[in-house]
T-cell receptor, first 113, second 115 residues
Framework: EPEVTQTPSHQVTQMGQEVILRCVPISNHLYFYWYRQILGQKVEFLVSFYNNEISEKSEIFDDQFSVERPDGSNFTLKIRSTKLEDSAMYFC???????????FGQGTRLTVV | DQQVKQNSPSLSVQEGRISILNCDYTNSMFDYFLWYKKYPAEGPTFLISISSIKDKNEDGRFTVFLNKSAKHLSLHIVPSQPGDSAVYFCAAARRITGGGNKLTFGTGTQLKVEL
């Protein structure tokens, strides 16, 4: 069964460093997303991406964040200068046309120290 | 952001019985409602969805009911099995201009199915 895969599963980084989280969405999906879940809080939307551009982003997704689909299969989230409050599980998701369901990867746990 | 609420943080049910998980929402502009199941250290797994124009959708042991006037939906699992023990998230989907959907999640309900 096709699935969304994310790497790495866990990333520890120092405050102020750049991190890149990687995702391979389901191959015939058109829409790609990043969500995050801070420990003890809700899963929250960060950004959606379609046709090589951002289609919507949340207030959280400020200038420190960027997304890219560099090669037609990978989908990346970059955080330029990490802060302690960026520590969270980051989930990549993808969806096809139609009924709203997005399929999620297993997540990357980002720990900023 | 309290657009989607799950007021029960936990639910315990005996194996074989029905599990009923509840969710309330405040925004009438959602297009779909979805239920996801999540195990620790894994991503949310899609279970079942319902369009905002329907009131019931069934898939095997899982049925989702939507009451638009009450802005309430529920997930019924029958019969419940020990493998159903997980956190269940309700999510509401709004179409994004240009394509795709933005999901707004509830806080989750931890379901425990006991032998």
């Amino acid at each position: 069964e096709p699935e969304v895969t994310q790497t790495p599963s866990h990333q520890v980084t120092q405050m102020g460093q750049e991190v890149i989280l990687r995702c391979v969405p389901i191959s015939n999906h058109l829409y790609f997303y990043w969500y995050r879940q801070i420990l003890g809080q809700k899963v929250e939307f960060l950004v959606s991406f379609y046709n090589n551009e951002i289609s919507e982003k949340s207030e959280i997704f400020d200038d420190q964040f960027s997304v890219e689909r560099p090669d037609g299969s990978n989908f990346t989230l970059k955080i330029r200068s990490t802060k302690l409050e960026d520590s969270a599980m980051y989930f990549c998701a993808s969806s096809g046309q139609g009924t709203g369901e997005a399929f999620f990867g297993q997540g990357t746990r980002l720990t900023v120290v | 952001d309290q657009q989607v609420k799950q007021n029960s943080p936990s639910l315990s049910v005996q194996e074989g019985r029905i599990s009923i998980l509840n969710c309330d929402y405040t925004n009438s502009m959602f297009d779909y409602f979805l239920w996801y199941k999540k195990y620790p250290a894994e991503g949310p797994t899609f279970l079942i969805s319902i369009s905002s124009i329907k009131d019931k959708n069934e898939d095997g042991r899982f049925t989702v009911f939507l009451n638009k006037s009450a802005k309430h939906l529920s997930l019924h699992i029958v019969p419940s099995q020990p493998g159903d023990s997980a956190v269940y998230f309700c999510a509401a989907a709004r179409r994004i201009t240009g394509g795709g959907n933005k999901l707004t999640f509830g806080t989750g309900t931890q379901l425990k199915v006991e032998l």
